[in-house]
């Protein structure tokens, strides 16, 4: 009994329909139902009834649906097992990554990376600018996009959540205020062509900018003096203890995180591994890059977003 068979038929029983396991299994209506049809004549079983609404599992094949599942859990570890040996990873990795990640955490993964890895030589290069993958001037990319550009691919990680962040003295100070009327602290190029670039060409007054970094890091840093507002990563704003979330924006600010390389290089076992490694590894951090950090009981009455809204009239009607 083949797994890819069954994939099918799982696939098929949690969607209910044949158009939902296309989708998910990235074919088209027709293979889904050969392949089920195929399956059912092949093991001469019922396994759905087909009704108006979809596709279910017959009385008789409902308890084949855990059994199924298992069999996916165990096939995608393999997978994962599999990948992460590889073949023998030695020698030098290029990896590049944004100032925001590896201040995030990144550069202690890389650094587990290598101890667990010791034949490994990891050149780990931090810029916000695009690397030529076409050149071959890294192995590894993870960095934040809507979508992988045609020439990479690789793994989503999860999302990244922006925030507005400033001090509590500034907020102090400035109670009340208009968008336009705040001091906003901007991103230049390369970082100007990100969504927090778009957001703000788009929302704020050339007037607001008082002062343009490109780095969010070091717009972190300013942002810490009390200079004005900014737009931040939450995996930067959120561990801050200088800065508060101003939730004030009345839409959702993110994009996505990749582990990605150049396309020719994404059947390589070496630079598979390295990837479902970090992808595996980042995504321990997903509360931390989509703004689902903690806040302390200590702070909830000095530090929530509630709070300031109400003493700073700062709400989505009036920023």
């Known amino acids: 009994m083949a797994w ?39 093991k001469g079983v019922k396994v759905f009834d087909r009704t108006g609404s979809g596709y279910a599992l017959t009385p008789e094949s409902r308890h084949l649906l855990g059994s199924l599942r298992a069999i996916e859990d165990q ?45 490994v030589v990891v050149e ?11 050149k071959m001037d890294a192995d590894i990319t993870v960095r934040p996009a809507p979508v992988l550009p ?26 009340g205020k208009s968008l336009g009327a705040h001091k906003w602290l901007g991103v230049s190029a390369p970082i100007s062509s990100s969504k927090i670039g778009t957001w703000q060409e788009q929302n704020l007054p050339p ?13 972190r840093d300013i942002a810490e003096t009390g200079l004005g507002l900014a737009l931040l990563p939450c995996c930067l704003g959120d561990p801050s203890p200088h800065l508060v979330r101003v939730d004030v924006l009345p839409e959702e600010i993110s994009t996505s995180i990749w582990v990605a390389t150049h396309k020719d290089m994404i ?14 590894t980042l995504r321990q951090d997903a509360d931390l890059f989509e703004g689902r950090i903690t806040v302390p009981d200590s702070f909830h009455n000095t530090n929530s977003i509630n709070g300031f809204r109400g003493m700073f009239g700062l709400n989505k009607a009036i920023i």
């Open 4 to 42: 890819d068979d069954l994939r099918f038929v799982l696939t098929v029983a949690e969607q209910g329909t044949l158009s939902g396991a296309a989708r998910v299994l990235g074919v088209n209506h027709s293979t889904v139902l050969r392949r089920v049809s195929s399956f059912e004549d092949n």
């Open 207 to 219: 007037g607001a900018i008082v002062l343009k970094s490109s780095s969010f890091v070091g717009l």
């Open 267 to 280: 059947g390589s076992s070496k630079v598979q591994s390295i990837i479902t490694w970090f992808v595996d």
């Open 150 to 175: 045609n020439d990479l691919a690789g793994e989503r990680v999860c999302d990244l959540m922006m925030k507005v962040y400033a001090t509590k003295d500034y907020l102090y100070e400035n109670p």
């Open 124 to 134: 780990l290069n931090i810029s916000n600018s695009n690397v030529n993958f076409s």
């Open 75 to 119: 096939v995608n570890g393999l997978d994962r097992a599999m990948a992460k040996q590889g073949l023998e990873l030695d020698g030098p990795v290029r990896i590049t990554t944004t100032d925001s990640f590896a201040v995030s955490g990144l550069v202690q993964h890389v650094s587990r990376f290598q101890r667990e890895h010791p034949g």
